[in-house]
């Protein structure tokens, strides 16, 4: 087996956040700067009035008469200017629990989605989440605030993770097209195996700005190199023995692809997807989504 599996949340998740929030917060103010913000939300055309700058505005709108004038920074606000919210689903399936490497891919996933709500925190957004399950899921409605949304991640990251006999769980999809305002952020966490759309995707897709985020272990991409060996499969429930034939090889590279298919299905726009490996720096491969985000919007 490569890697084992637990059901036991993870230990304190709380402390967990409050390590990863020092190098967020890092990040928005010498990094991302007002990029996160800009990527969601759209500069108005039309002008509406003057507002103090604050931690996280986009420097682009700070209007130097006014900041000149009156010795602090002053922005311009426009009136299709409008509030942020980040709805993050998280699908806890089973197969998530696998790992070739000193990490899970539940746990990878956990802390990128961790790092998201941190930087909606810092950002003086609304954050909320769904923990879909096989036991049922748990929604936590859009909140404000650094304590608030700091408990939601913490609720989150806590969550025991499913047993590797589970089924896979049932995203209320319904409940999703009115969980949050219109054209709120909403970010869908997962493993992504090859399945058909889900019914009502597309009206969800009109409804929000739909972003997916996944976390692959390299075992994944390709198997590994020795002729056989031994690997719990956490979706089949067994354990499984692969010999490195050819078949075996040309069977994964038609899994690999049909997958692949599926997720850009879901996610036409390579802008609204996002790929990380367990082995992988979280923090660092969101700076450079955001990056990429951005440089589309720089260029018009």
């Given at each position: ?168 769980p049932e995203i209320p999809w319904r ?86 298919a599926a997720w850009q299905t879901l ?24 990056h990429a985000r951005m440089r589309p919007?720089?260029?018009?």
């Amino acid at each position: 087996m490569p890697a084992e599996t637990t059901t036991t949340a993870p230990q304190n998740p709380l402390a967990l956040l409050r390590q990863l929030e020092w190098r967020v917060r890092h990040a928005v103010e010498n990094v991302l700067s007002g990029e996160y913000r800009s990527t969601f939300r759209g500069r108005g055309m039309e002008f509406d009035q003057v507002v103090k700058y604050e931690f996280g505005d986009d420097v682009r709108d700070i209007d130097w008469n006014v900041t000149a004038r009156l010795g602090e920074a002053y922005r311009k606000k426009f009136v299709e200017e409008r509030e942020v919210t980040l709805l993050l689903v998280f699908e806890d399936s089973p197969s998530l629990l696998f790992g070739s490497g000193a990490q899970s891919k539940r746990e990878a996933l956990l802390e990128l989605a961790g790092l998201v709500m941190l930087l909606g925190a810092v950002n003086r957004d609304r954050v909320g989440f769904v923990h879909a399950a096989p036991g049922g899921n748990l929604v936590r409605e859009p909140v404000r605030g650094r304590g608030a949304i700091l408990h939601a991640a913490a609720t989150l990251l806590g969550r025991p993770a499913p047993a590797p006999t589970d089924h896979a769980p049932e995203i209320p999809w319904r409940f999703l097209a009115r969980a949050a305002p219109k054209h709120s952020v909403f970010l869908w966490l997962g493993d992504f195996p090859p399945r058909v759309e889900p019914e009502g995707w597309a009206v969800l897709q009109r409804r929000y700005q739909t972003m997916g985020f996944r976390v692959d272990d390299p075992w994944e991409r390709a198997l590994p190199a020795q002729e056989s060996f031994a690997a719990y499969d956490p979706a089949a429930g067994r354990l499984v023995t692969l010999d490195g034939s050819s078949a075996e090889r040309a069977a994964h590279a038609a899994w690999v692809a049909e997958r692949e298919a599926a997720w850009q299905t879901l996610f036409p726009d390579r802008l609204s997807r996002l790929v990380v490996d367990t082995g992988q720096n979280r923090l660092d491969a969101l700076v450079r989504f955001f990056h990429a985000r951005m440089r589309p919007r720089s260029g018009r």
